[in-house]
């Protein structure tokens, strides 16, 4: 990384920062009611140091050893790492072990093998949010919105996670209308789902392209990398 990388990276997460501000302004939310989650998949580490160094805490990695490698370099450095990737079985002591946030739970046999994992290892709860697939989502990741207060009750009941909220991850779409649709349903089964000693407080939704219909919804953790950290090469 050199001085102009670090320039970059600088005027990128103002202006994100901006964006939300603005969003939150503009859709009424309370000043800095939406967090930042800095998405910085298949990025070198170097860059996410940078990040970090203008104050950046919590990074998302959606791969399981690229997400290592990274942490063993950055190791110095006192970061919030959440997995957002898809989850697999035989990945799932790894990221107990990694992470303190999961945002794609989406399957009550991954939610035991992470909650078990995470208590041998006597770690604090894993902090979960389950995934739902809504409005025809392109990927099979998540669960039916029918299927959700079964995948809450199940999880609930785990040693080892806790259970913070709802992720979704729509199709892309241009059109903001469209754009704020899945949002405000994520939104609305929070709203039916929410109880007292559960309140599901974090809504985890949108992306560098959508990120103000997700603020309009109601989102709390808004998951941007293309925006923050420039194009990912492909990995
Ligand atoms: C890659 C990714 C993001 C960030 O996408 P950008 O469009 O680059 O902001 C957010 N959420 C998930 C689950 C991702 O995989």
Partial sequence: MN??????????????????????ARFGREPGSVALLAVSKVQPAELIRAVHQHGQLAFGESYVQEA?????????????WHFIGRIQSNKTKLIAEHFS????????????RLGAQRVALGLAPLRCCLQVNLSG????AGVEPEALPLLLEQCSA????????LMTLPAPSDDFESQRQPFAELRALRDQLATPEQPLATLSMGMSDDLEAAVAEGATMVRI???????????
């Fill in 225 to 235: 990398g293309t925006a923050v950290f420039g194009p990912r090469s492909k990995y």
């Fill in 137 to 140: 989502e392109a990927s099979k």
């Fill in 68 to 80: 290592c490698d990274k942490q063993a370099l950055l190791a110095d450095l006192a970061l919030d």
């Fill in 158 to 165: 785990i040693d080892g996670l806790r259970i913070e909220g």
């Fill in 101 to 112: 946030w999961v945002h794609g739970l989406g399957d009550a046999h991954h939610a035991q």
């Fill in 3 to 24: 001085a102009s990388d670090d320039t970059e990276v600088s005027a990128r997460l103002d202006a994100v920062r901006a964006r939300i501000a603005a969003a939150e």
